[in-house]
C-alpha cells in the first residue's frame, strides 16, 4: 500500500475500484471536495453510492410506479409505506430481500433479514403484528437445498418467534434458477397511530444525536481488500463476514423505541441497515436539510482499536439512530437504561450542511452532505424488454392417460405440497389476533387490528414463470394475483410493497426483464388504484453468468372492515353448489401442468385482463360482504383442478367437478386462465349468484358440488380426499427427513 | 379481584395473558416488572407469561427464575398465594424451584407452533373445576423447549398426587408420559407449555382456554 | 485467572440433540461413534488469585444459575 508523508494510505485507483466506484464518479468526488478524500471518505460515498443504497440501476424506472392514493400517508423514500387504515389507525409495511447472506449463511442471514425488516417498520412508530416471507430455494435434488431450507426456515423462526410477532404466512418455491442464489424476502406489518408516525428527517440545529441498541463490531464489512494503514495486521481475521442476529435486544429496542415514542422526546429517528451509521446519519441529516457532528469515540463498541472506517461501515445489528428534542436527554437514557440497552449521545445537528466525524481528537471525515444524495448515480442502462414467449396451441399440448396420476403429481410437486413442516416451526399464534394464517392454506393471512372488529389482509405473491416467459404479463399477473388473494377474504386492497430480485442489470436482457416487469407491475397498480408505498431492489443475483428466474415478489395489505363479513377457503359444506367464476379457455402455456407433467417450461403465460380481474374482483368482495359464499377461493398454479382441492383440505370434505363444455379436459382442469374464483355456495345461492354475475358482464357457471370423501372430476380424475392429503402433506417432511 | 402479569425482558406473552385476564375478571391486570422486589399489594392471582425472557440464552428460564420479582413470588406462592405458568412460565417455574422437573429442547429438535389436543387429568384442581366432566380441550401450542423431564420418582409422586393436570393427546414434543401441565402439591402454583391464553376468542384459536381462568379466578 | 465451565446433560438424560448429533456422524461413515453428549462451555474471566476461593465461588455459581441441577451436571476448571 503506498503511503504518503504522514505514512497515512493514499487512494489509488485501486483502492477506488475495491471501493465499487468507477473512474467518472471518483471524478465527481474530487469535484464537490476540492481534493482527494480521505479513506473514510471514500469508504462513505462508497457504501452511499453502492446500488443497495442509491438504487442507481432501478431508480428511474421505479419512479414510474404509481404511489399515491388516498389512503396513501408515506410511499416509497421513507423506512417503510404508511398507508390509513381509518378510526386513527395506520398500517406500516415492508418487504425486503436478504438474498446473499441467506445463502452465505442460511439461519443468521434469514434471521438478521427479519430483523431488519421490523426494525424498518417500528422505527416508524408501528407495533410489528405480523411477518410474512417470500423464498425461492434451488431444485430439490440439488446437495445444498436441503441444508438452505433447514437454515432459513430455522432462521426465520429463531427470530419472529423470540420477538413475538406472529410469522401468519408466506409462499415457498423451488427451480433449479435458485441452485446459486437463493432469495429470502422478509415482509413485516405494523401498526400504529396515524398522528404518532415518526420519519427520518433530522430537524433543528444543535439537537442531540442519540445511538441505541446493540454495540458496534466489525460485522459486515465490504471493504474488500481495505488494506488501510489504520488497520492492525490481523484485523481481516477480525471481520466477520457475516452478521450474527440477536432477537432479544431487538424485542427490547421495540419496547424501548415504542415507549420513548410515546412521549414527545424523539424528533427523527432511523435505523442503521445496510451500511450502518454512514447511511442512517446521512439519510437524516439529508432529508433534514441539516448537517451531523458524530463523535466517534462515543460511539459504544464490542471490540477495542476500532478505526473510524471500521465504524463507519459495519452492518451491526439492532441499532438506532435517533435525534432527541433538546432537554429530553434524561428522558431518553431512563427509557433505554430501563430496558438494558446501550445508548450514547454521539453527536449532534449543526448548520454547516456537511458530516463532520471527529476520532480521539482528529477530525476523521468532512463532507458535503448534499452531493452524497444528490449526486448519486442514476443510471440509465441499456434494456431490452424480452418478447414474450410463443403462445402453445392448447392442441399441441399433450393430454395426459391418467388424471389420477396427473393430480396426485401436481399436487405432491415441490411447489404446491403442503407447506406444513415450514410454517409449524413459526409461532403464527402470539398477540392473539392471528384470524387466519398459513394454517388453513388460506389465499391471505389475516390479522385483526387489536381491540377492533376490523382486521387486515396480508399476502405475499409473483409466479416467476410467468416473469420469465414474459416480464410485462409477470409483472401484471404478480400485482394482479395479490389483489384478488386479498379479495377472497372479503378485503379492500389497498396498497403493495415490493421485492425487485433480478439478475446482473448489466446485461441489457436482465435490466429488460426489470423494466418490463415495472411496466407491467404498474399498470395493474394503476387499474386497481394499488400504489406502491415500499419495496426494495435486489440485483446481481446470478452465478456464473446465470441469472435467477426474474422475481418481482409482491406483498398485497388490504382491509376488512368488519370482521363478521370476511370469507375464507375453509367453509365448504356438504350439499353446497361450486361456482367458477371468469373466463376459462384452457390455457396451459407457462403452466404447473405443462412443467410437472410434461417437462417443458415453454410458452406465453395467461394475460391478465385487468378491467375484468376489476369486475369479478368487486363482486367477489360483495358477495362476501352480502354473506352469499360459504367458502372463495381464487384459481391461480393448477388451475381448477387444485382449488378444488385445497378448497377441500381445508374444509375437510370431497368435492365433483362437472364435465368441461367446449374444452378440452386438460385445460379445463389445470388451465390457468387468470382472474377466476371459485365459490362454495349454498343451493339456494346459485341463481342469484350467477344471475348478478351476468348482469355485470361476468362469466359464471356451475362447476361441480361439494360432499362426501372422494376429489373427483367427470372424464378425470376419481381419489380420496385423504389419500390426496397424504401426498400434498408428505412431500416436503420427506424432502427435509 | 387483583391479578398480576409479570414482564421480563424478551417476555412476548405479557400482553396476552393481560387480555385473557382483563376479560375473565373484568378487572386491568398489574403488569409488574421484573425488576420490583415486592408484588403489588392486594394481588390474589400472578400469571406468568410466555416469551424468551433472556432470550431464552443459557436455559430457557433460567435468569428470569433468578430475578428480583420471583424471589417474592416463591415466598408468597409457598404461602398459598395462586401463580400460573404457561410456556415460558412454566420453564421460570421449574427453574425457580416451584414445580418439580424441567423443560428440555424438543425430541424433534425444531420449534412447533399448532392447535394441540389435550387431555385433562384432573378435573379437582384450582385450575380445572370450571371444566365439569368435559375431558378434552385445544389449546395453542408453541414452543422449542417444552419437554418435560423429571426422576422417575418425581413422575410417580406427580401421578399418585393428582398433580398432573393436562396431558397431550399425540405428544408433540417427547415429554414424559406426555405430561403438559402440572401444579405443585398445595394446588396453587400450576405450569403448562400450552397458551390457554390464547384459546378465549372464538376468532382465535377457539374459547377452550376461558374455563381454565374462571376455574382458579372463582377458587379465590 | 479463568474459570472454564462445561456442563452436560446428566448419564440417563435424554440428549435428543446428542442423538442427532451422533447419528449424522454415522451417516457421514464415522460408524465407531457410539454416542454423542452435547454440552456447553462457559469461560469466566475472574479478579483474584486465590484458587481455592474461585473454585468455591465458582461451584455457587453454577449451583446458583450457571447448570439446571435437575438435568445437568458439570466440572470447574480454573486456569492461571
Known amino acids: 500500500m503506498p503511503r504518503n508523508s504522514k505514512n497515512k494510505p493514499v487512494i489509488t485507483p485501486e483502492i477506488v475500484a475495491e471501493h465499487g466506484l468507477s473512474e467518472g464518479e471518483y471524478e465527481i468526488i474530487l469535484d464537490r471536495l476540492g481534493r482527494e478524500p480521505n479513506i473514510n471518505e471514500l469508504g462513505i460515498f462508497s457504501v452511499m453510492w453502492s446500488e443497495h443504497c442509491s438504487y442507481k440501476s432501478s431508480r428511474r424506472h421505479l419512479a414510474k410506479f404509481l404511489t399515491k392514493g388516498d389512503k396513501v400517508i408515506q410511499g416509497p423514500g421513507e423506512n417503510a409505506g404508511v398507508i390509513d387504515i381509518g378510526d386513527g389507525d395506520a398500517i406500516i409495511f415492508k418487504m425486503e430481500s436478504h438474498n446473499h447472506p441467506s445463502y452465505i449463511e442460511p439461519y443468521q442471514g434469514a434471521a438478521t433479514g427479519v430483523g431488519g425488516i421490523m426494525r424498518d417498520v417500528f422505527t416508524m412508530g408501528a407495533r410489528p403484528i405480523a411477518l410474512m416471507n417470500a423464498l425461492r430455494f434451488g431444485e430439490p435434488d440439488h446437495p445444498k437445498t436441503k441444508s438452505l431450507v433447514n437454515g432459513v426456515v430455522a432462521g426465520i423462526g429463531g427470530y419472529g418467534n423470540c420477538v413475538g410477532v406472529p410469522t401468519v404466512g408466506g409462499e415457498t418455491n423451488f427451480h433449479k434458477g435458485y441452485n446459486g442464489n437463493i432469495l429470502v424476502n422478509a415482509m413485516c406489518v405494523g401498526l400504529a397511530r396515524t398522528d404518532n408516525v415518526f420519519y427520518s428527517a433530522a430537524k433543528g440545529i444543535g439537537n442531540p444525536i442519540f445511538y441505541v441498541g446493540s454495540k458496534t463490531g466489525r460485522d459486515g464489512i465490504h471493504g474488500a481488500t481495505m488494506a488501510s494503514a489504520e488497520f492492525d495486521d490481523d484485523s481481516e481475521e477480525k471481520r466477520p463476514t457475516v452478521q450474527v442476529g440477536d432477537p432479544f435486544t431487538e424485542k427490547l429496542l421495540i419496547e424501548a423505541c415504542l415507549e420513548l415514542m410515546a412521549t414527545d422526546a424523539i424528533i427523527a429517528i432511523q435505523d442503521m441497515g445496510a451500511a450502518g451509521l454512514t447511511s442512517s446519519s446521512i439519510e437524516m441529516a439529508d432529508k433534514g436539510g441539516v448537517g451531523i457532528e458524530l463523535n466517534l469515540d462515543k460511539v459504544p463498541q464490542r471490540e477495542p482499536n476500532m478505526t473510524p472506517y471500521e465504524m463507519m461501515l459495519s452492518e451491526s445489528q439492532e441499532r438506532m439512530l435517533m435525534v432527541i428534542q433538546p432537554g429530553k436527554e434524561q428522558m431518553a437514557f431512563d427509557v433505554f437504561e430501563k430496558w438494558e440497552l446501550d445508548v450514547a449521545q454521539i453527536g449532534k445537528t449543526t448548520d454547516t450542511g456537511r458530516l463532520v466525524l471527529k476520532h480521539q481528537r482528529k477530525k476523521v471525515c468532512d463532507i458535503p452532505i448534499a452531493p452524497l444524495a444528490d449526486d448519486a448515480p442514476n443510471l440509465d442502462r441499456p434494456y431490452e424488454i424480452p418478447k414474450s414467449l410463443p403462445v402453445i396451441s392448447l392442441s399441441d399440448i399433450h393430454e395426459t392417460q391418467d388424471y389420477d396420476d396427473a393430480l396426485v403429481r401436481i399436487i405432491s410437486n415441490p411447489d404446491i405440497a403442503s407447506k406444513r413442516w415450514i410454517w409449524e416451526q413459526y409461532d403464527r399464534t402470539v398477540m392473539t389476533d392471528t384470524v387466519d394464517s398459513s394454517q388453513s392454506g388460506g389465499d391471505a393471512a389475516i390479522v385483526r387490528i387489536h381491540g377492533s372488529n376490523k382486521a387486515v389482509a396480508i399476502t405475499t405473491d409473483v409466479t416467476p414463470r410467468y416473469v420469465q416467459a414474459d416480464p410485462y404479463e409477470g409483472g401484471k399477473q404478480c400485482v394482479a394475483e395479490t389483489w384478488r388473494n386479498l379479495t377472497c377474504v372479503g378485503a379492500d386492497p389497498i396498497a403493495i410493497t415490493d421485492c425487485l430480485n433480478f439478475g446482473n442489470p448489466e446485461r441489457p436482457e436482465i435490466m429488460g426483464q426489470l423494466v418490463g416487469a415495472i411496466e407491467g407491475m404498474n399498470e395493474a397498480c394503476r387499474a386497481f388504484d394499488y400504489p406502491v408505498v415500499s419495496g426494495n431492489v435486489s440485483l446481481y443475483n446470478e452465478t456464473n453468468g446465470q441469472a435467477i428466474p426474474p422475481t418481482p415478489a409482491v406483498g398485497g395489505v388490504g382491509l376488512i372492515p368488519d370482521l363478521t363479513h370476511f370469507a375464507t377457503l375453509n367453509g365448504a359444506k356438504e350439499g353446497d353448489t361450486l361456482i367458477l367464476l371468469g373466463e376459462t379457455t384452457g390455457w396451459l402455456g407457462s403452466s404447473i401442468y405443462l412443467r410437472e407433467i410434461l417437462r417443458r417450461e415453454e410458452g406465453a403465460p395467461p394475460p391478465v385482463d385487468l378491467e375484468a380481474e376489476k369486475r369479478t374482483g368487486d363482486y367477489v368482495r360483495k358477495l362476501i360482504r352480502m354473506r352469499r359464499v360459504n367458502a372463495v377461493h381464487d384459481l391461480s398454479d393448477g388451475g381448477l383442478a387444485i382449488t378444488a382441492c385445497e378448497m377441500a383440505f381445508a374444509g375437510n370434505i370431497g368435492m365433483s367437478l362437472n364435465a368441461s363444455v367446449g374444452i378440452p379436459l386438460h385445460g379445463w382442469l389445470f388451465g390457468e386462465d387468470q382472474g377466476r374464483y371459485l365459490l362454495a355456495v349454498d343451493e339456494h345461492s346459485v341463481n342469484p349468484v350467477i344471475s348478478t354475475a351476468k348482469d355485470k358482464g361476468i362469466i359464471a357457471q356451475v362447476v361441480g358440488k361439494v360432499g362426501g370423501d372422494r376429489i373427483t372430476a367427470v372424464g378425470g380424475f376419481d381419489v380420496t380426499l385423504q389419500g390426496l392429503r397424504e401426498k400434498h402433506e408428505g412431500w416436503l417432511p420427506e424432502f427435509m427427513s | ?220 | 485467572m479463568k474459570a472454564i465451565i462445561h456442563i452436560g446433560l446428566k448419564p440417563g438424560v435424554l440428549d435428543p440433540q446428542g442423538r442427532t448429533i451422533a447419528r449424522s456422524l454415522g451417516d457421514l461413515g464415522f460408524s465407531e461413534v457410539k454416542q454423542a453428549r452435547q454440552g456447553k462451555v462457559i469461560e469466566l474471566d475472574l479478579a483474584g488469585e486465590d484458587i481455592t476461593i474461585a473454585e468455591t465461588r465458582v461451584k455457587d455459581m453454577c449451583e446458583k444459575l450457571l447448570a439446571n441441577t435437575v438435568i445437568e451436571s458439570y466440572r470447574i476448571e480454573i486456569e492461571d
Open chain 2, 1 to 220: 379481584m387483583k391479578t398480576a402479569v409479570i414482564v421480563f425482558p424478551a417476555s412476548n406473552c405479557d400482553r396476552d395473558a393481560a387480555v385473557a385476564l382483563e376479560k375473565i375478571t373484568g378487572h386491568k391486570a398489574e403488569m409488574v416488572w421484573h425488576r420490583e422486589t415486592t408484588l403489588p399489594a392486594g394481588i390474589d392471582f400472578v400469571v406468568i407469561p410466555g416469551g424468551f425472557s433472556y432470550g431464552d440464552y443459557l436455559r430457557s428460564g433460567a435468569m428470569a427464575a433468578r430475578s428480583p420479582i420471583v424471589k417474592d413470588i416463591v415466598t408468597k406462592a409457598n404461602l398459598g398465594l395462586p401463580v400460573a405458568g404457561f410456556c415460558n412460565g412454566f420453564q421460570i417455574l421449574t427453574e425457580a424451584g416451584l414445580l418439580p422437573g424441567a423443560l428440555m429442547r424438543n425430541t424433534g429438535l425444531k420449534y412447533v407452533c399448532r392447535p394441540q389436543k389435550l387431555k385433562i387429568s384432573n378435573n379437582n384442581t384450582r385450575y380445572t373445576s370450571k371444566y365439569g366432566n368435559v375431558s378434552e380441550v385445544t389449546f395453542p401450542i408453541a414452543h422449542h423447549d417444552g419437554n418435560y423431564f423429571a426422576d422417575d420418582e418425581t413422575l410417580n409422586k406427580l401421578e399418585k398426587g393428582g398433580r398432573v393436570v393436562f396431558r397431550y393427546d399425540g405428544n408433540p414434543n417427547g415429554s414424559a408420559r406426555d405430561i403438559a401441565g402440572i401444579c405443585n402439591e398445595a394446588g396453587n402454583v400450576f405450569g403448562m407449555m400450552p397458551h390457554p391464553e390464547r384459546a378465549i376468542d372464538p376468532l382465535h384459536g377457539g374459547t377452550d382456554g376461558i374455563n381454565l381462568f374462571k376455574s382458579i379466578i372463582e377458587s379465590i
